[in-house]
């Protein structure tokens, strides 16, 4: 017998001047007790693609629900924006504006990378729906983040270790040795899959042909942070996160635990699980590890 195929809708969310498109995964077989989870992308502004595997959490019997934030992928793209519109308030709206939209009253949420970063901001402010929080390789502060990224790129061979020194002092980070050091960087501790998969290759090509977000916050890689997010950090509220959260990484993430620590010594109801031999994308290095600890998570805190 075939087995039922879980149903996909894609839909857009009018949210300030333009719209959020959102994808919902509805499963074949739902359970009444399984309350949705939406999906937090990194970047800001890599889109949904490189999690998308995550829906198959539907098949646990539950909704899953991705979108692409606001100037990426699908959504609304504003390449004219200033610097000082693209924050974290902005975010944490769009947030809300798709869980309105959506009709859910309670829910769970799981953010990878800058996505748990976002998630945070969200359970901080103790929305009534929130049920669960899970933090996916996220840092608590990118000072932390750029300390620890300052670690690992220490441990690069010196040929890598060196190009990238001198061609951020000299501005010239289009170069190709800074570009194959940033390779060989990302390989170590962002993505430990050859080939890197489609999702993931999807992601980085969208925000490369329209860098606005990731430009602006971030900067222009995962560890050269010079943008707006360059001083962010949630350790001094972390307390104010209520809810059941579970803080996931990798042994070789570029989120180092120093990085994460402060979610787990902050948060009052917190459990923390690292996968050995995986990096980054942790959900793309070990898919089924990573959805079996995740689908117990929100099992446990459906009710």
Same mark, same amino acid.
């Given at each position: 017998?075939?087995?039922?195929?879980?149903?996909?809708?894609?839909?857009?969310?009018?949210?300030? #001047?333009?719209?959020?498109?959102?994808?919902?995964?509805?499963?074949?077989?739902?359970?009444?007790?399984?309350?949705?989870?939406?999906?937090?992308?990194?970047?800001?502004?890599?889109?949904?693609?490189?999690?998308?595997?995550?829906?198959?959490?539907? !098949?646990?019997?539950?909704?899953?629900?991705?979108? #692409?934030?606001?100037?990426?992928?699908? /959504?609304?793209?504003?390449?004219?924006?200033?610097?000082?519109?693209?924050?974290?308030?902005?975010?944490?709206?769009?947030?809300?504006?798709?869980?309105?939209?959506?009709?859910? *009253?309670?829910?769970?949420?799981?953010?990878?990378?800058?996505?748990?970063?976002?998630?945070?901001?969200?359970?901080?402010?103790?929305?009534?729906?929130? =049920?669960? $929080? $899970?933090?996916?390789?996220?840092?608590?502060?990118?000072?932390?983040?750029?300390?620890?990224?300052?670690?690992?790129?220490?441990?690069?061979?010196?040929?890598?270790?060196?190009?990238? /020194?001198?061609?951020?002092?000299?501005? =010239?980070? !289009?170069?190709?040795?800074?570009?194959?050091?940033?390779?060989?960087?990302?390989?170590?501790?962002?993505?430990?899959?050859?080939?890197?998969?489609?999702?993931?290759?999807? /992601?980085?090509?969208?925000?490369?042909?329209?860098?606005?977000?990731?430009?602006?916050?971030?900067?222009?890689?995962?560890?050269?942070?010079?943008?707006?997010?360059?001083?962010?950090?949630?350790?001094?509220?972390?307390?104010?996160? $209520?809810?059941?959260?579970?803080?996931?990484?990798?042994?070789?993430?570029?989120?180092?635990?120093?990085?994460?620590?402060?979610?787990?010594?902050?948060?009052?109801?917190?459990?923390?699980?690292?996968?050995?031999? /995986?990096?980054?994308?942790?959900?793309?290095?070990?898919?089924?590890?990573?959805?079996?600890?995740?689908?117990?998570? $929100?099992? *446990?805190?459906?009710?």
């Amino acid at each position: 017998m075939k087995k039922p195929v879980n149903r996909v809708d894609a839909m857009r969310v009018p949210f300030r #001047d333009g719209h959020t498109w959102v994808r919902v995964t509805t499963p074949s077989a739902p359970r009444a007790e399984a309350l949705p989870l939406i999906v937090l992308h990194g970047g800001p502004g890599m889109a949904h693609n490189y999690v998308r595997n995550l829906e198959l959490l539907a !098949d646990t019997g539950r909704v899953v629900v991705h979108y #692409d934030q606001f100037g990426c992928g699908n /959504s609304t793209h504003r390449p004219d924006a200033p610097a000082d519109f693209w924050t974290p308030e902005l975010f944490v709206e769009e947030f809300h504006t798709v869980a309105a939209h959506l009709g859910f *009253t309670r829910y769970h949420v799981l953010g990878q990378s800058w996505g748990g970063m976002l998630g945070a901001e969200i359970a901080v402010r103790q929305p009534l729906g929130l =049920t669960s $929080l $899970l933090i996916c390789n996220s840092p608590a502060s990118m000072e932390l983040w750029v300390q620890g990224a300052a670690e690992l790129r220490a441990q690069l061979p010196d040929t890598f270790r060196n190009a990238l /020194s001198a061609h951020e002092a000299e501005g =010239t980070l !289009d170069e190709p040795a800074y570009l194959r050091a940033t390779q060989a960087f990302y390989e170590r501790h962002v993505c430990m899959v050859t080939p890197i998969p489609r999702d993931f290759v999807e /992601s980085t090509e969208q925000m490369e042909a329209e860098p606005t977000v990731y430009h602006t916050m971030n900067g222009p890689n995962e560890f050269y942070v010079v943008g707006s997010l360059r001083h962010w950090s949630i350790v001094d509220r972390l307390p104010r996160i $209520l809810v059941p959260t579970l803080v996931v990484a990798g042994e070789y993430d570029e989120a180092t635990p120093a990085a994460w620590a402060p979610f787990v010594t902050g948060i009052p109801h917190v459990k923390s699980h690292v996968f050995p031999g /995986s990096s980054h994308c942790t959900h793309l290095e070990h898919p089924e590890e990573f959805r079996a600890v995740i689908a117990q998570f $929100l099992a *446990t805190h459906d009710t």
